[in-house]
C-alpha cells in the first residue's frame, strides 16, 4: 500500500493494451521504477464522440455551415482533453492501490521489441511494442509509445539489469538467482 | 548519384547539428548508415491545402469558416506532406551535397531521447540524440517514434555491442583490429 504511494511515476502514455495478442483495452501504461503497469480507462473515447457535438453546439449560432470543420476539430480536441483525463485518472486510481490494473514487475521482464505493421509502402505504420515476461506472456502496447522502449530498458539498466540491444529488439539478460531470490 | 535503396525506417524530423538548428528533412535509417535529408515538401503542402478547403469552404458553405479553415488546412496539409517527405528523401540523398548529411552507424557511440513536457505532458516533444565518437551530436526532433530502437537493432546486426544504461543506449567502441 505505501509501496503505491512512494513510487515515482517515470511516464504515462495512452496506448491500447493486448496480452498474448488478444484482449485489446483501451488505457494507460504507466512506467514506474519498478513496474510497468497497464489502467482501463476510457475518457479519450468519451472525447472522440462528445468532442464534436460539443463544438458544433458551440459555433452553430455563428457559422451554422462549418459543420464538417467543426467535427474534426472537436474530434481533435476531444481526444486531447480525453488522452489527459485518463493519464490523470490512471495515476490516481495506481495510488490509490492499483486494483484491476495489469502489473508488470520490471523484475520480471525479459525482452523488449517492436511488432511494425505498414500500409501504403510503408508511409503509415502501425507499431506495438511488445514486452516479454520470464513466464511467456507478451503484452502488447499500441500508441505513441515509441521511446517507451528504450525508457524500460534505462531504468531496468538503473535497477542493475543488463540490457543489450539484439537485431529483434532489446534483451534483458536474466537475474542471478541469489539465496532467498 | 542518388541513393534510391529502401531504408529500414523514415521519419519527418527537425535537424540539429551540437544542439543548432540546421533545418526540416526526413531521417533514414540504412543498414550501415543513418541520413538526413533536408526537404520541405510539407510547407507547401500546407499552403496548397489551405487555399483548396478555403475554395471547398467558399463553394460549399459559402463562407470563408475563419480559423477553422487554415488550422484544418495545415493539419491535412501536415499529413500529406510528411508522407510526400518521406517518399522523395530517399530519392534526393546525394552524397557531399549541402542538403545530405550521412552519418556511418560505425562512428556512433551513445544514443539517447531528450524528452521535453510541453502543456502539462499534453504534447510532448521528443529528439533522439545520436552522438558519435568524435563528440558531435545529431539531434533529431519530431514524431522519432522507435527510431532510437531501430538504430540500435541495425548496430547489433553489425555486431556492435549496443548496452541500456539510465541515460541512454551505449555503443561499446569497436575494437582495434588488423587494418581496423
Redesign the interface.
Known amino acids: 500500500m505505501e509501496m503505491a504511494e512512494s513510487a515515482a511515476l517515470i511516464r ?1 502514455e495512452s496506448a491500447r493494451r493486448y496480452v498474448d495478442g488478444r484482449m485489446g483495452r483501451w488505457g494507460v501504461v504507466l512506467l514506474y521504477p519498478d513496474r510497468l503497469a497497464s489502467v482501463n480507462v476510457r475518457a479519450e473515447l468519451w472525447g472522440c464522440f462528445f468532442g464534436p457535438v460539443v463544438m458544433i453546439a458551440a459555433g452553430w449560432p455563428v ?1 451554422e ?2 459543420g464538417a ?2 467535427a ?2 472537436g474530434v ?1 480536441l476531444g481526444s ?1 482533453i480525453g ?2 483525463i485518463d ?1 490523470r485518472r490512471a495515476a490516481r486510481k495506481m495510488a490509490a492501490g492499483g486494483a484491476g490494473a495489469t502489473i508488470i514487475p520490471l523484475d520480471r521482464i525479459d525482452s ?1 521489441r ?1 511488432d ?1 505493421t505498414t500500409r ?5 505504420a502501425v ?1 506495438t ?1 511488445v514486452v516479454t515476461t520470464t513466464d511467456g506472456t507478451e503484452y502488447g502496447f499500441r500508441g ?1 509509445v ?2 517507451l ?3 524500460i ?6 535497477l542493475g539489469r ?9 534483451a534483458v539478460t536474466p537475474q542471478p538467482v541469489r539465496n532467498g531470490a | 548519384m542518388t541513393d534510391r535503396i ?1 531504408p529500414i525506417r ?1 521519419e519527418s524530423t527537425f535537424f540539429r547539428l551540437d544542439g543548432n538548428r540546421k533545418g526540416k528533412g526526413v531521417v533514414l535509417l540504412y543498414p550501415d548508415r543513418l541520413v538526413n535529408v533536408k526537404i520541405y515538401v510539407e510547407y507547401v503542402c500546407w499552403f496548397v491545402m489551405v487555399l483548396i478547403l478555403d475554395v471547398v ?1 467558399y463553394r ?4 470563408i ?2 480559423w ?2 487554415p ?2 488546412g495545415i ?1 491535412l496539409g501536415g499529413l500529406i506532406g510528411r ?1 510526400v517527405d ?2 522523395l528523401a530517399p530519392g534526393m540523398v546525394a552524397p557531399g551535397a549541402g542538403n545530405t548529411t550521412i552519418i556511418p552507424l560505425d562512428e556512433i557511440s551513445s ?1 539517447r ?1 531528450d ?1 521535453s513536457g510541453g502543456l ?3 504534447f510532448p516533444t ?1 529528439t ?1 540524440v545520436v552522438t558519435t565518437a568524435d563528440g558531435t551530436e545529431y539531434g533529431f526532433l519530431g ?8 538504430i ?2 541495425a ?3 553489425l555486431g556492435r ?9 551505449a555503443v561499446t567502441p569497436r575494437a582495434l583490429g588488423d587494418g581496423a
Open positions: 504515462s457559422t455551415d462549418g470543420f467543426h474534426i476539430i481533435l486531447t488522452r489527459l493519464r523488449l517492436t511494425r501504403w509502402s510503408g508511409q503509415f507499431e511494442l505513441r515509441g521511446s522502449q528504450t525508457e530498458a534505462g531504468t531496468l539498466a538503473g543488463e540490457v543489450r540491444a539484439t537485431p529483434l529488439g532489446l | 529502401k523514415s469552404a460549399v458553405f459559402h463562407v469558416a475563419s477553422l479553415v488550422f484544418s493539419l508522407a518521406r517518399w544514443l531521447t524528452r502539462a505532458g499534453l521528443e533522439v514524431r522519432t517514434g522507435y527510431l532510437q530502437a531501430d540500435a537493432s548496430l547489433a546486426e555491442d549496443v548496452r541500456a544504461t539510465p541515460l541512454g543506449l
